[in-house]
């Protein structure tokens, strides 16, 4: 099968670089809980919605190799790619931040692949394997020039999307149920990637 994943906040996880990095700016506290979207509501709610841009485009760019896969990652694509599964990426990506200084988000996402997304036998998935698009209709229209099987993201609008293509089955990874009342038709939800992989065998 040809097995397509999306980037940010499905294999890589910012929950914890997010709240590191708030703390160093000292624009939250402890009592905020260490996840991308408590920082992000607190920043907001606070009238610092300029500071949370800024704030993603430090971290996308010049932080972007602190950040974690999400657990099991490495160890379900290592036993995906020797099942002889066909590994891509698609990830929507502007090429560099809205505000603050101007790090080349792409080259960055993929020199944290290149270290993080890595084996004893070299890279889980190649270099032509790897996406970036800059709008979410070239997202769509690029899973649909991969042919992709089975495409697996953390945004319910990339997967409801009237151009996403039909014959590819649909996994949201939602591990902290944040859309578990939404209206999902056709789509699989799955909470870590050990449960993706078993919807799989």
Avoid at 2 to 10: A, L, S
Wanted: with cysteine; net charge negative; hydrophobic share 40%.
């Amino acid at each position: 099968m040809r097995i397509g994943f999306d980037f940010d906040n499905t294999i890589v996880s910012y929950d914890a670089l997010f709240h590191k990095v708030a703390l160093e700016q000292g624009v939250i506290d402890q009592t905020v809980p260490i996840n991308k979207l408590s920082v992000r509501d607190h920043l907001r709610a606070t009238g610092r919605e300029p500071v949370w841009t800024e704030m993603q485009g430090y971290v996308y760019g010049a932080r972007m190799n602190e950040a974690q896969c999400y657990p099991d990652v490495l160890n379900v694509m290592r036993r995906m790619k020797q099942a002889g599964h066909t590994l891509i990426i698609v990830s929507h990506k502007t090429k560099q931040p809205y505000l603050g200084t101007q790090y080349n988000l792409h080259e960055a996402a993929r020199g944290w692949i290149e270290k993080h997304l890595r084996d004893e036998t070299g890279r889980v998935i190649p270099t032509d394997h790897v996406f970036f698009e800059v709008t979410k209709e070239a997202k769509l229209a690029r899973i649909k020039q991969q042919q992709c099987d089975i495409f697996i993201d953390d945004l319910p609008e990339i997967l409801l999307a009237a151009d996403f293509p039909a014959k590819t089955q649909r996994y949201l990874f939602d591990p902290e149920n944040h859309h578990n009342n939404a209206n999902l038709t056709n789509i699989n939800v799955v909470s870590s990637w050990p449960i993706f992989e078993s919807c799989l065998l």
